[in-house]
Structures are given as structure tokens and as C-alpha cells.
């Protein structure tokens, strides 16, 4: 999934612009898929989400793709700690995020639905726009590599994650 130094220039720049808020910076604390961080998911999933979208060409708003997949998991608990049943953290982490990210950003519509729908078909409702299905497809894409510890094979990720 090569980008360009320019497309790789606007993932960084984007990627910044939400990280600069400490609180975002927090999801590196707490662990999501195997022994990675929720931060470092959530920057994955945003990075295959663009990388998918310039490579196909899709017509999508691709800083609302980027806030949404890096915001989709803002939940900040660590859900195996807090005991919760896996099932219930599925279904309720989605809207958790929605409510960290409303508040310290401005969300469109389609960053709120990339959020809340991110667990679709597990959550409730289907995603309403190409970008909720974009991130729908990363995250899932993501976390079973994470699970099986092969994601250092994506090309590019590294570059901007130094």
C-alpha cells in the first residue's frame, strides 16, 4: 500500500492534528488487540482506511476517514481490567468513544457515524456512509492481524509512525 511523500505528508499532518490532545495520547496506555496499544490500533486502522480509499480511488472526505478510524476506539478503559463481558464492551465501546471525541473535537456526522457503526454488523445499525465501511473493514482487517502479531508487514506504516 505505497502513498506517495505528498499522501503520506497529509496522513502525518492529520495524524498530528489529533494527536496533539494528551487525552487521545492516553489510548497508548491501554492495551486493545494482543500487545498492542489502542493508540497504535487505531493509527493502523486509520492509516489502511486511507491507504485503501487513495489506492481505490474513492470518493470519500478523507480527513473525516482519518479522524474517525484514529477516534473510533476512544474509549480510554482498560475493558479486560474493568471485568467487563466481552460482548457488552463490543456493543458499548463504540459509543463511549463517540462521547471522548465529542468532547475535545468538533464530529461530523460521518466521523460519528465511522465511530458508532465501527462494530457493524456486531453493533447496532449499518454503517450510512462509504467512509463508516472503509473503517468498518480496517478495523476488522487490523485487529486480526494484530491478533495473529503479523501487522509489521505493512509497508509504510513505519515510516510514519518514526
Known sequence: MGLSEQQLLFFKDSLDEICKV????QMGS???HGNVSCLHHS???AYV??????KFHLKVNLKSLIKGALLHDFFLYD????????MRHLRIHPHIALENA???FSISDVERDIIVKHMWPIGLGIPRYLESFIVNIADTSCAAFEFMH???SFKGLAKVLN
Open 22 to 25: 494528551d487525552r487521545v495520547l
Open 30 to 32: 491501554f492495551t486493545q
Open 43 to 45: 493509527i493502523s486502522v
Open 49 to 54: 482506511s486511507y491507504a485503501v480509499a487513495i
Open 79 to 86: 475493558w479486560e481490567t474493568e471485568k467487563l463481558n466481552p
Open 102 to 104: 465529542s468532547a475535545y
Open 150 to 152: 503479523v501487522f509489521s
